[in-house]
């Protein structure tokens, strides 16, 4: 009975699994399933064909979807009626220039003036060629002259300080380096008087003597210029006839004097011509030498003035100048290369 009814039940099981209908299909049969896609009611357009652009004709350019500024190595399009046409440069990619570039140029073969590639910030910096530019106009000689009367104010005081302390050389290279400065300098030309009359140069005194008195008829010196001119003067004059009957080694002594306060103003042309005359009188003088030397160094004259300064060695290598005679030609070996 029990073996029976299970016979009966499996069977019934099966029966019941080949005879009802599938879940899906149930799903399809139920009216609140509806489908997810309504039909078209009008009919499916037909595509019209894209004409064949001509032989000579570019193909039409694909418009970019979305809008940026120009890329380097865009094609630019062309402007508008009101839209100004873009120079030929804006096609490259321009930036200031590295260290290391050559001057003028850019690694990517443009300007160095770094050219923006927005429209909109877009700056002319096109450089008129040279031969646009107005010639410019000749400097003036007188420009270029040193003028600076306070320079000169100051000179001229500390040339009286060294005149008070009786340091007369560097009184007068004060003096002179004023007149360079202001060259109608009054109280500089009665200082260099008085100096040039304290180192008994009498004729140069007595020139700067009237120099003052032409420039300051009526000036707060012109009383001394008068008493220095009467004091000098009678002095130049005998000194001058005298030097007919003088000796070499007075005339000479009294070139090397004038040619050494040519030397203090760096007067070196004229310093070399009292220094070669006093050579002609007394040939075997040393310190005519080592002055030529200098004045010829100055001169830019550095072989002849090597060999007036190893012709005073020779003759004084412990003397007064030594140690200025070799510094000097080691300076001018150092120049020459030799």
Do not use: C
């Not at 069977?11 to 799903?27: G, K, V």
């Not at 009008?42 to 694909?62: C, F, L, Y």
């Amino acid at each position: 009975m029990n073996a029976r009814s299970h016979i009966i039940a499996v069977i019934l099981f099966f029966a019941a699994l080949f005879l009802l209908p599938a879940p899906h299909a149930l799903a399809q049969d139920s009216q609140d399933d509806q489908p997810h896609i309504t039909p078209r009611n009008s009919p499916t357009p037909t595509p019209t064909p894209t004409p064949k652009p001509a032989a000579n004709q570019p193909p039409p350019q694909k418009k970019d979807q979305y809008d940026r500024p120009p890329f380097p190595g865009d094609v630019q399009q062309k402007p508008g009626a009101n839209e100004p046409s873009p120079k030929s440069s804006d096609d490259k990619y321009e930036r200031p220039p590295f260290p290391g570039d050559a001057p003028g140029t850019s690694p990517t073969g443009g300007s160095v003036s770094g050219e923006s590639s927005s429209r909109d910030s877009q700056i002319d910096t096109d450089i008129h060629p040279a031969k646009d530019e107005p010639a410019a106009p000749a400097e003036d000689e007188t420009v270029l002259r040193p003028w600076d009367p306070h320079k000169a104010a100051k000179d001229v005081e500390v040339g009286h300080y060294y005149l008070k302390l009786k340091n007369y050389r560097a009184a007068l290279e004060r003096f002179n380096h004023a007149l360079t400065y202001k060259p109608n300098d009054a109280e500089a030309i009665f200082g260099l008087a008085v100096t040039q009359e304290k180192l008994d140069l009498l004729s140069l005194a007595a020139q700067n003597y009237r120099k003052y008195l032409e420039i300051l008829p009526n000036g707060p010196k012109s009383k001394d210029a008068q008493d220095g001119l009467k004091r000098v003067e009678p002095q130049a004059a005998e000194r001058t006839m005298s030097s007919a009957t003088a000796n070499p080694t007075q005339l000479a002594a009294h070139d090397i004097d004038v040619g050494e306060t040519y030397l203090s103003g760096n007067n070196f042309d004229s310093a070399r011509e009292r220094f070669e005359e006093a050579l002609r009188l007394t040939p075997d003088n040393p310190l005519i030498w080592f002055r030529l030397a200098q004045s010829l160094q100055g001169m830019q004259r550095l072989d002849p003035a090597r060999l007036y300064y190893r012709k005073y060695l020779e003759a004084q290598p412990k003397g007064k100048f030594a140690k200025n005679a070799k510094k000097a030609i080691s300076q001018i070996d150092w120049v020459l290369g030799k």
